[in-house]
């Protein structure tokens, strides 16, 4: 009967051992898992800084450019004035001068200024795309600081579950160390042999049974209790 119940006993130190070992095998996938988010952040952090950087110094040319581009358009916008007012207000010829002579000046004005609202569309063109590209760095710049926050979290996060891990390891290096001792502290049976006055005593040995029955299944709800 005394094998029985140290049976018994080392089980269900087993089974909470068994249980401490897959708490542990969980936090060792929860930390692996979290690793894997702060390394692959790490790469999206470097990758975005460094197309940041790049980013800035195109930018700086792009500011160099459109500063050309915008005296540019001023220019050529101050000379289309001219040529509009010259077109509307075309200079008198003299009485020597042939008629198809002022046609002839006046087109060619005409076709000069078509040209040069051409190019003012172009540099319009390319000052939209320059405020857009402002834009994109705007939005390049909020992207690199909630990396920063999120990676910042998933380091205190790993770090938290390495302490707990440690703990726990403890823990099961003690309950291995004495199993029986813990699980009889925990779940002490009183199962006392019958006196020897009463060993002949029939009622005697019919509670003691009882009693011994009772115990064992007290023991074994206690480990179906521990194995769910």
């Given at each position: 009967m005394k094998d029985v119940f140290e049976e018994l006993e080392a089980e269900v130190a087993q089974c909470a051992v068994d249980r401490k070992h897959d708490a542990i095998d969980r936090k060792n996938l929860l930390i692996a898992n979290d690793n894997l988010i702060v390394e692959c952040l790490s790469k999206e952090v470097f990758f975005v800084v460094t197309k940041s950087e790049l980013n800035v110094a195109r930018f700086a040319e792009m500011h160099v450019a459109n500063t050309s581009v915008e005296a540019r358009c001023l220019a050529l916008e101050a000379e289309l004035v001219t040529l509009h007012n010259i077109g509307n207000n075309p200079?008198?010829?003299?009485?020597?001068?042939?008629?198809?002579?002022?046609?002839?000046?006046?087109?060619?004005?005409?076709?000069?200024?078509?040209?040069?609202?051409?190019?003012?569309?172009?540099?319009?063109?390319?000052?939209?795309?320059?405020?857009?590209?402002?834009?994109?760095?705007?939005?390049?710049?909020?992207?690199?600081?909630?990396?920063?926050?999120?990676?910042?979290?998933?380091?205190?996060?790993?770090?938290?579950?390495?302490?707990?891990?440690?703990?726990?390891?403890?823990?099961?290096?003690?309950?291995?160390?004495?199993?029986?001792?813990?699980?009889?502290?925990?779940?002490?049976?009183?199962?006392?042999?019958?006196?020897?006055?009463?060993r002949n005593n029939r009622d005697a040995h019919l509670d003691y049974l009882r009693h011994v029955k009772e115990s064992v299944e007290t023991i074994r709800d206690i480990v179906r209790k521990l194995r769910l």
């Open positions: 200079p008198t010829p003299d009485k020597d001068t042939p008629d198809f002579d002022s046609v002839f000046v006046i087109g060619k004005m005409q076709a000069s200024l078509q040209g040069k609202d051409n190019v003012i569309r172009q540099l319009k063109k390319q000052l939209s795309q320059l405020a857009e590209n402002d834009k994109i760095k705007h939005h390049y710049k909020e992207l690199y600081d909630s990396i920063k926050i999120t990676r910042a979290k998933h380091i205190e996060q790993v770090t938290k579950l390495t302490t707990e891990n440690v703990n726990m390891k403890t823990c099961v290096s003690k309950a291995t160390a004495n199993p029986q001792v813990s699980a009889r502290d925990k779940h002490a049976i009183d199962v006392e042999p019958i006196v020897l006055h009463l």
